[in-house]
């Protein structure tokens, strides 16, 4: 298991740097098959559990055969597979972007309530805590290398919408202030955030597979279903809403 | 009086019944209920704080009362608390007042009501209580009519090691429910239908965020609700409280601060940890969890007293130091260390240290590492450090270090400060250890000495010098120089005899020769060799000195003996050294050593005193040797390892061990019985001198098989058990053979070599020349009636010359000429001829005669190649049968039939045809002549028969011809 563990850290630590970097260098590729690859591993990649959502529930204590099978993820936190078909690509880049942006935010908030291990605990237990801790940390560079490569797949598609500015979710959505529920409850939600988190990049990963297998790099691919994107935008509909995730990560 | 007494008892009387009046009037006037009561509630702690106020308290004054109160859970009724209160209040004063309740406030309702009494002796009167209050009810949590599971205590922060009671409120839910703790159901009690308690004792810390306890509805299978006790570990008082000064403007304080009680979702931070001087009356909050800086002021205090205290939300603790500033003097690392004047052997240390003033003296330790050794000295300094540092050894590299301490109150050393130095090389300071080897019968000096120890080398050795003079005549010195790290040189001398010396030379100078000398004479007497016994160890030896007057003794020997180089060693010992031990990690067991011990005389010439040999330890042999069998007899053979080698054996051979394996039972003579490793039993030959290496086996049975193998033995086992080797004695026959035929062989070709020598003698008297028939008279008589027609030759007619023979014994078997028809038919058992042959001398080719023809006799011309005739069939024409086609062929036929006739006819051979002298009785009559035996007359009375072979002889006969017909042939027949 610590092998494992490390191995996978370390290659989140490659994967997140190594795209951070690319990024940072204002480098993207210029090839829309190769980047499209890069996006599929990637969400391959993150969307297994290990690498986020089983070290936050060793974190939190809910590693329990009972509360697994509850940690299920709420409806309507996140955009369904089926939404995230229906939506063009550079809209399905966009709502991936929040999404992930939504994420990064409340895994900084979580982290803030995780202090380190220091000399706390029996010491295979500390370990295994910073070990923990350490994959958080790793899923979030990782997250931030998605989404440049989502941000460059975006000015690859001719999209003027800047990555690096996150679409935040619309005023008034954030639920009203409700009594607080208690720490068991918010870590519950925690952990059914990721676990919808892990679906979405699942979800995400089969509509790039799908991309790979359209005609041309500018096909659009569009069901029949989808608005089209510029009458989406000019005329905000409830099917044509900007789907944004609503799951919050208890802070 | 006792008017007085009465009037006094009834003064008491009325006082006291004025006092109970005035009590009671107290009592039903100035209740003293408490008044305004109200709870409030901390879920967070389950605290209830209650305040009140006593209303009819007279005068402005303070009273001492005491306040009882009763605390009942879910109704009135069930009081799970009473207690006492004691405080002291004025009128309308608010006491307040908190109980901690075990269970979580919102698990059921609660109920509080007080009474009071004033406990002041200053109001005896006053001094009972009052009426209750009216009970207030504290109702937290009301879940009646709600469809939801509740969990309290909600995120409770509690120590490591208490006891908590949880519950759940189930409302309106009807179905079983199960909680867990960390994943394992709890069991707990009922306190109402609705609510039931969980009571967990000495809860144990499991991780920072917390331990869920958490709630299912078992037909639902879902979570209703759950909560987290934060479990903090209990906070520890900090360990090794520590002050101290390195520079008198901070003092640095530090502690081990043990574990961190901080918990998930800012439940509980870090313990804090705070510095309060108590001269001061300072207070620092500390940063860092394990030290704390803390600023002298300049206004010269010297004795601190800090408390350090810790605390986070559960807890707090403290621990005190009182110190002297003075005696808490951690000086800084001395500085600028430097090394002066270094030499061979001493060197000059220095060194700064940080100033602390002008009455603090430092007491500095200077530690000087160097080959493998320390060497600590002290040194008191003031501001600037030196020492000298002497004992040193040239060419060795030393580090140096040096840290102070206040000498006054020793607190703690500073770090250490140093640097590394190497001193210069000296001259060796010792002769090298020089030894020789000479070859007999030349005058070949091999002059070895062993590399100086670094010890003694003062430095890297370049060159040994060798100067060599000659003792018996004034010579120039021969110098020889040899570049390091040679260790030997070697010498062609004359049959002087020399003084050899050797010095060895680093770049400071040169050592101390040393000296040897190599005799003219050097008087190397023949010395037995004794055999010593070695261990692990080495070999233990002694010698008996030869001449008091000697200088000391030397012992040489090789380390590796079996390799060419062979690692010469030796050993130097003083001259009252008699014994010695000589140990080297080179010693290997199996390998046999040896040592010459010599003895030095006063003038430095070596004699050779004694000769050891030895193992450290002997192994058993590995090999058998190689055993080659001679002169192998039917009685004995011999056997012989000539090659096999007793020196470079693991062990001493001792001798050898025959072992033979044979039928026989009994052991000869010499052997005895052994039974071998495999339960086999032989015979064992023993052989005790290792250098006898041939055997013979004797008193052995001729045609026998015998097995043996040889084996050397040691002291204490023998070689392999190998492979026996196979031996079969032969036949005594064929030495009779040779001894008994040989000379009849040789005797029997003397004789026939004489014969041939009086052949013609031989041959006239044995067997003369056949009569020509030309010149017989039948000749005659047969031209004198020629005419055209052919008459039959009558017997009578005749006058035979020679007649022959030839009987066939019916169904005898004849071999058919080139036929395979059986030759048991009637018509060729019946096959028989008689020939009338020709006696001329000189027959030399076809002729006329007249025969009798039998194919018995003709086997062997038929076989005979010569003929040239092909085997044909019985079929084939006469013609075809071949006839004699030249006279060669007949010649040789007539030879071999005639060395044939010298000896034993085989059976089946009957190849020639005799040729009778004598007329037959019986001629004509074939079954005479069948049944017959052919009896050769004596020679003399016989003329030799020719033997003529089928070819010359007539055709053969064919099927309808008449085999057993006599047939008399003319001349013309035959040449036609």
């Known amino acids: 298991m610590p092998t494992q563990t490390t191995g996978r850290t370390l290659l989140s630590l490659v994967l997140g740097l190594l795209f951070a970097s690319m990024a940072a260098m204002g480098s993207c590729p210029g090839d829309f098959h190769v980047l499209l690859g890069q996006l599929q591993k990637q969400a391959h990649a993150m969307q297994d559990p290990s690498s986020l959502l089983d070290p936050y529930m060793r974190i939190q204590g809910l590693d329990f055969p009972q509360l697994r099978e509850h940690c299920t993820e709420r409806p309507g936190t996140f955009p369904s597979e089926g939404a995230l078909r229906g939506l063009g690509r550079r809209s399905f880049l966009r709502t991936l972007d929040a999404t992930l942006g939504l994420v990064l935010r409340r895994l900084a908030a979580v982290q803030q309530q995780l202090p380190e291990a220091g000399r706390l605990g029996r010491p295979p237990a500390a370990r295994l805590r910073a070990q923990d801790l350490e994959m958080l940390k790793m899923a979030r560079l990782n997250i931030h290398g998605l989404r440049n490569n989502i941000f460059c797949m975006s000015r690859l598609l001719g999209s003027s919408w800047d990555a690096a500015e996150p679409t935040q979710a619309a005023p008034g959505t954030s639920p009203p202030p409700t009594p607080d529920p208690g720490a068991f409850q918010r870590k519950l939600e925690g952990c059914r955030f990721l676990r919808g988190y892990h679906r979405v990049l699942s979800s995400a990963g089969q509509v790039f597979g799908k991309w790979g297998k359209s005609p041309s790099q500018g096909h659009r691919h569009r069901p029949p279903r989808a608005l089209p994107e510029d009458a989406s935008r000019a005329r905000p509909s409830r099917r044509g809403r900007r789907l944004v995730p609503r799951g919050q990560l208890p802070r | 009086m006792a008017l007085f007494a009465v009037f006094q008892t009834t003064f008491l009387l009325t006082l006291l019944s004025l006092r109970t009046h005035q009590s009671e009037v107290l009592a039903e006037h100035l209740p003293l209920t408490p008044e305004a009561l109200k709870v409030s509630v901390n879920s967070a702690q389950q605290c209830l704080h209650l305040q009140w106020t006593v209303h009819n308290l007279p005068y402005n004054q303070e009273f001492k009362m005491i306040f009882q109160i009763q605390i009942s859970r879910t109704e009135t009724s069930n009081v799970i608390w009473m207690g006492n209160y004691s405080t002291t209040m004025k009128r309308n004063e608010t006491v307040h007042w908190s109980w901690e309740s075990e269970l979580p406030l919102e698990c059921a309702a609660h109920f509080v009501r007080i009474r009071s009494v004033v406990d002041d002796a200053r109001f005896p009167e006053w001094n009972f209580w009052s009426s209750w209050s009216s009970w207030q009810e504290v109702n937290v949590q009301d879940s009646t009519g709600q469809d939801t599971l509740f969990v309290f205590p909600k995120d409770k922060l509690v120590e490591e090691g208490s006891n908590i009671t949880i519950c759940y409120i189930s409302g309106n839910i009807q179905n079983d429910i199960s909680c867990y703790l960390e994943g394992e159901q709890i069991h707990g009690e009922q306190l109402d239908p609705h609510v039931s308690t969980f009571k967990l004792e000495n809860v144990p810390f499991i991780r920072k965020g917390g331990t869920n306890i958490y709630c299912e509805e078992k037909q639902r299978k879902a979570i209703s609700n759950g909560t987290v006790l934060f479990v903090s570990k209990v906070l520890e008082e900090p360990k090794d409280f520590s002050c101290e000064t390195r520079d008198f403007k901070t003092l640095i304080c530090t502690w081990d601060p043990g574990a961190n009680t901080a918990l998930d979702w800012s439940k509980q931070p870090s313990q804090s940890y ?343 330890r002997e192994l058993a042999p590995s090999d058998n040797p190689h055993v080659v069998t001679n002169n192998l007899t039917s009685h004995s053979f011999t056997l012989s390892w000539k090659n096999y080698s007793t020196k470079s054996q693991p062990a001493f051979i001792r001798g050898y061990h025959v072992y033979l394996k ?315």
């Open chain 2, 274 to 616: 705070t510095l309060f001087e108590s001269y001061s009356g300072k207070k620092k909050h500390c940063e860092e969890k394990n030290r704390c800086n803390w600023q002298i002021t300049q206004d010269s205090q010297e004795i601190y007293n800090f408390t350090l205290i810790t605390e986070n939300y559960l807890r707090k603790r403290s621990v005190n130091l009182l110190f002297n500033l003075t005696h808490r003097v951690h000086p800084m690392s001395p500085f600028s260390v430097q090394f002066e004047n270094i030499s061979a052997t001493s060197a000059v240390m220095t060194w700064k240290v940080h100033s602390l003033g002008d009455y603090f003296t430092l007491l500095c330790q200077v530690e000087l590492h160097g080959e493998g050794k320390m060497i600590q000295h002290n040194v008191s300094v003031k501001a600037n450090g030196k020492y000298l540092l002497n004992e040193l050894e040239p060419n060795t590299e030393y580090v140096a270090q040096v840290h102070c301490a206040d000498d006054n109150h020793f607190w703690k050393w500073s770090e250490w400060s140093g640097r590394d130095f190497t001193t210069p090389e000296a001259a060796p300071s010792e002769a090298p250890d020089v030894w020789r080897t000479m070859k007999s019968g030349s005058h070949n000096v091999t002059l070895f000495w062993k590399p100086l120890s670094k010890f003694h080398a003062n430095g890297k050795i370049l060159f040994y010098n060798v100067a060599v003079e000659n003792l018996d005549k004034p010579s120039r010195l021969e110098h020889r120089s040899i570049p390091a790290p040679a260790n030997s040189t070697e010498l062609t001398l004359d049959g002087c005899s020399y003084q050899i010396r050797v010095t060895a030379s680093n770049s400071a100078g040169a050592s101390p020769a040393a000296v040897i000398v190599v005799s003219a004479a050097p008087g190397n007497k023949e010395i037995e060799e004794e055999i010593i016994e070695g261990t692990e160890d080495g070999f233990s030896m002694s010698w008996k000195p030869q001449s008091g007057d000697v200088m000391g003794y030397v012992v040489e020997w090789c380390d590796r003996p079996q390799d060419p180089l062979c690692d010469f060693q030796w050993k130097k010992l003083g001259p009252n050294t008699t014994s010695t031990v000589i140990s080297s990690d080179a010693f290997r067991p199996g390998v046999q050593y040896n040592f010459r011990i010599y003895e030095l005389s006063t003038k430095r010439i070596a004699h050779l005193l004694e000769r050891k040999t030895g193992y450290t």
């Open chain 2, 662 to 976: 044979s039928k026989e039972e009994q052991c000869q003579p010499g052997a005895e019985k052994a039974v071998l490793p495999d339960d086999t039993v032989c015979c064992q030959y023993k052989i005790d001198n290792p250098e006898q290496k041939t055997f013979t086996v004797e008193n052995l049975k001729p045609e026998s098989f015998y097995e043996f193998l040889v084996t050397p033995h040691t002291s204490f086992s023998e070689g392999p058990s190998g492979t026996f080797t196979k031996v079969r004695t032969p036949d005594e026959y064929p030495y009779m053979l040779v001894h008994v035929i040989v000379p009849v062989v040789i005797c029997v070709v003397l004789l026939v070599c004489g014969c041939l020598l009086k052949s013609q003698w031989m041959k006239d008297k044995c067997y003369p020349d056949i009569p020509d028939p030309y010149k017989s008279s039948v000749l005659s008589l047969i031209k004198s009636k020629e005419n055209p027609h052919r008459t039959i030759m009558s017997i009578s007619d005749c006058i035979p010359d020679a007649i022959e023979v030839v009987n066939k014994q019916e169904g005898s078997k004849i071999q058919s000429l080139g036929t395979r028809k059986s030759l048991t038919e009637p018509e060729l058992t019946k096959l028989s001829y008689l020939y009338l042959l020709p006696t001329e001398k000189n027959y030399s080719g076809p002729g006329p005669c007249i025969c009798f023809e039998n194919y018995t006799y003709n086997q062997a011309a038929s076989d005979c190649a010569s003929c040239g005739h092909a085997p044909v069939s019985p079929e084939a024409p006469p013609s075809q049968w071949g006839l004699l086609t030249s006279s060669e062929n007949l010649l040789k036929a007539l030879e071999k039939n005639y060395m044939n006739s010298l000896g034993e006819i085989p059976a089946g051979e009957t190849t020639l045809n005799y040729v009778s002298q004598l007329a037959s009785p019986m001629s004509g009559d074939k079954d005479s002549l069948s049944t017959n035996a052919l009896v050769p007359p004596p020679c003399s009375e016989y003329k030799m028969q020719m033997a003529v072979p089928l070819c010359l002889a007539s055709p053969p006969p064919t099927e309808n011809s008449d085999l057993s017909s006599i047939t008399l042939l003319g001349p013309s027949e035959h040449y036609r």
